[in-house]
């Protein structure tokens, strides 16, 4: 594969661009080097690169992409909204619409706010349920990443764990101390935090089921309700971060798949069809303390933009056409059974974690039901699964740490190319 244009193309990103991105997980420095491929183009479930490389996309832009590129109820939906003027300042009718279709899908968003990126939502339901309790300090689980807010870069994961740096430079430690990290999948260490520092937390902050050690989810049922009622027998909120989840595996919340109800709610990526998004909601009563109700401030020049507005509720009214989320389960299924089979085949230890239409494939024999099961993966084996898929027309995220997401316009033949591409690799990596 010629990738002669995206290597001068990422030259010159380098010399404007800090580190030739604008977010560090698009560098291949988990993935043991190299230059990130540069696109051009997107339509459907492809990417084109500016050497003219085709890939079927599994990244999903880490999410959002829930649609594949240009989708024509999407794309209409921009025409419309950018024809009627894209910014105006004031309340719009499809913010009250909007508003209205997320809390059908999610009952328990009572009031919400809409802002820009799922990194404020986090960082505003933290704020919150400090106004709201009256409390300081912060309960969040090992590996799961929360967006880069300061307290939020605390043993965070993803991007930071991949590189390494889980505690960021530029955090004060008066910041790092008001947060608290326990394992995931282990309530008793949840409960020791709060026998400790209950009186003090104003929340515990979990990602229901995981996206960002890889997929991984409760591994009991009851896991998630036992989180919420240690955190309510010590009065603290709880708080669910479903930028990653909600809407991903069923038209909804992964709350109501585990039939639990948090306090609070932050929410993003897929509810924005593509366009930069962040909403929080949840209680009525807790969000009282938000301006212009209560003390608690909030606030966006962009929240609530028209174009967000407009291409949010344009997805969401795709997602909600009947089958859709059976499909991208079933074709992910049957993705995983290709993998797995491959990989035996050829005598390489892998685990996957699949939840509906996304999964993770960690290279190893264990399963992986916590972060330092995810560390303890192989990350050589996955830099060259990863590079290796990119030659053979596959892009998936470059990091151990991430999902593929089987999208709503992947086809059977798309699938079925990738189980070929799939096997040819297997057998470089088993050779
Ligand atoms: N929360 C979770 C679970 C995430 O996965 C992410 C981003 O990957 C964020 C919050 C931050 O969202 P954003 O990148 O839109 O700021």
């Not at 183009?41 to 999410?63: H, M, P, Q, W």
């Not at 993998?339 to 685990?351: L, N, P, R």
């Amino acid at each position: 594969m010629n990738n002669a244009q995206s290597h001068l193309w990422f030259h010159r990103a380098e010399a404007v661009i800090l580190g030739g991105v604008n977010s560090p997980s698009r560098a291949y420095k988990s993935v043991g080097g190299g230059t990130p491929i540069v696109m051009a183009r997107g339509e459907g479930s492809k990417f084109y690169d500016v050497d003219g490389n085709t890939y079927i996309d599994y990244l999903a832009a880490y999410g959002p992409s829930i649609l594949g590129h240009a989708h024509p109820h999407i794309t209409k939906a921009i025409v419309r909204a950018a024809g009627d003027g894209i910014l105006y300042g004031t309340p719009t009718t499809w913010e009250v619409e909007f508003a209205e279709q997320l809390r059908a899908g999610i009952p328990d968003l009572e009031r919400l706010r809409f802002v820009n990126s799922g990194t404020e939502a986090v960082m505003t339901t933290l704020r919150v349920a400090r106004a709201y309790t009256g409390r300081t300090r912060v309960i969040k689980f090992e590996g799961c990443y929360h967006g880069h807010s300061d307290a939020m870069l605390v043993a965070a994961g993803s991007g930071p764990s991949s590189m390494g740096i889980p505690d960021s430079a530029g955090v004060t430690r008066a910041t790092a101390e008001e947060v608290i990290t326990v394992p995931f999948n282990d309530l008793s260490s949840l409960e020791q935090a709060l026998a400790k520092y209950g009186d003090d937390v104003a929340a515990v902050l979990v990602e229901p089921i995981v996206g960002n050690f890889g997929m991984v989810a409760p591994a009991e049922e009851t896991y998630l309700k036992g989180v919420i009622d240690l955190a309510h027998e010590k009065g603290a909120l709880c708080i669910f971060d479903e930028v990653i989840t909600a809407f991903r595996f069923h038209y909804g919340s992964a709350a109501q798949i585990y039939d639990v109800h948090p306090d609070l709610y932050a929410l993003g990526k897929i509810i924005g069809g593509g366009l930069p998004i962040g909403a929080y909601g949840g209680r009525q009563d807790i969000m009282e303390q938000v301006a212009p109700l209560g003390p608690a401030y909030q606030a966006g020049t962009m929240a609530g933009n028209p174009l967000s507005m407009r291409t949010g509720i344009a997805c969401l009214e795709v997602l909600r056409q009947p089958g859709t989320y059976d499909a991208m389960a079933k074709k992910a299924a049957h993705l995983v059974q290709a993998i797995e089979a491959s990989a035996k085949t050829q005598g390489v230890a892998i685990t996957v974690n699949r939840i509906g239409g996304a999964f993770t494939v960690y290279f190893g024999e264990h399963k992986v039901t916590n972060y330092q099961e995810a560390v303890a993966t192989d990350s050589a084996m996955f830099a060259r699964f990863f590079h290796l898929l990119a030659a053979n027309g596959i892009l998936i995220a470059p990091s151990k740490y991430e999902a593929w997401f089987v999208s709503a316009v992947h086809s059977d033949e798309d699938i079925e190319r990738t189980c070929a591409a799939v096997e040819r690799v297997f057998q470089e990596l088993g050779t």
